[in-house]
């Protein structure tokens, strides 16, 4: 499966455009994770079925927007954060086997690396350059998370054009293609990082809960845990579409 590399344009969609966006991180053995952001091969296999059987398909972020501005709903956002070398051997097989794609947000600055900024572990190895080039072969979109995980509103501002500017064009590099989309690490953004994201020539960015700046630049996601069953999925599905309610927005369909 090709990955759709046709020109994104979503900076004119309104906010009640946004889909439901499902933030995964490992994939790997769950019971050493203090932080709740590892989820098994089943877990991942018994979710992606859990979302079919519901009619929603899960894509890459591209894919979303693109499908959304052109009317067509049906869809799920997924995306797998920090670049975890296990995404080749675990994520990837259930993922083709869905036939879903995703969007895997990297550390170019970190090849081979590990998550040294969590300091509870377990440490995790990161993809190297050609595992991110595994990555795109296999029809998945590449996206930036910055150059070495760090809270871009705590940086200068020579740091942030490195993990902004930087990091895009070392994915450039890697895969021979401009990614589309940023994801903030630790989900933080403010106004300065989100215009150097702009600045940078990112069509879409990640974030968790960004609050007043919600846009095509600051999407917000759903963190989704090896407890997320089917219960928990359709809670948390609701509490999205709450969200946009209570904002004022009308809501486009179950796959919103």
């Not at 020109?7 to 994939?27: D, E, G, K, M, N």
């Not at 994770?33 to 929603?56: C, F, H, K, M, N």
């Not at 009317?71 to 993922?95: C, W």
Request: charged share 25%; glycine share 10%; net charge positive.
């Amino acid at each position: 499966m090709a990955a759709d590399t046709s020109p994104l344009q979503v900076r004119t969609l309104p906010i009640r455009s946004q889909a439901w966006i499902l933030t995964y991180h490992s994939v790997n053995d769950p019971t050493q994770d203090p932080y709740g952001i590892t989820v098994s091969a089943d877990r991942l296999d018994e979710q992606l079925t859990w979302l079919r059987r519901r009619g929603l398909s899960g894509v890459g972020i591209a894919a979303l927007l693109r499908a959304r501005a052109a009317g067509k709903r049906g869809l799920v956002g997924l995306t797998f954060d920090d670049g975890y070398a296990d995404f080749v051997d675990e994520a990837l097989p259930v993922l083709l086997a869905h036939g879903a794609t995703a969007t895997v947000f990297v550390l170019p600055g970190l090849p081979g690396g590990s998550n040294d900024w969590d300091p509870l572990g377990p440490r995790r190895p990161l993809l190297t350059d050609e595992g991110i080039r595994t990555v795109a072969a296999a029809g998945m979109e590449v996206g930036s998370h910055g150059m070495f995980h760090r809270d871009l509103t705590e940086l200068g501002d020579d740091e942030l054009l490195r993990e902004t500017h930087g990091s895009r064009e070392a994915l450039h590099r890697i895969v021979r293609q401009l990614p589309a989309g940023f994801c903030y690490p630790y989900g933080t953004v403010d106004r300065r990082v989100l215009e150097s994201v702009r600045q940078a020539g990112y069509a879409y960015a990640c974030a968790l809960a960004p609050g007043a700046l919600s846009g095509p630049l600051a999407l917000a996601r759903t963190h989704v845990s090896h407890a997320d069953r089917g219960a928990r999925l359709r809670a948390k599905q609701v509490r999205h579409r709450l969200r946009y309610r209570r904002a004022g927005a009308a809501w486009p369909g179950d796959a919103g």
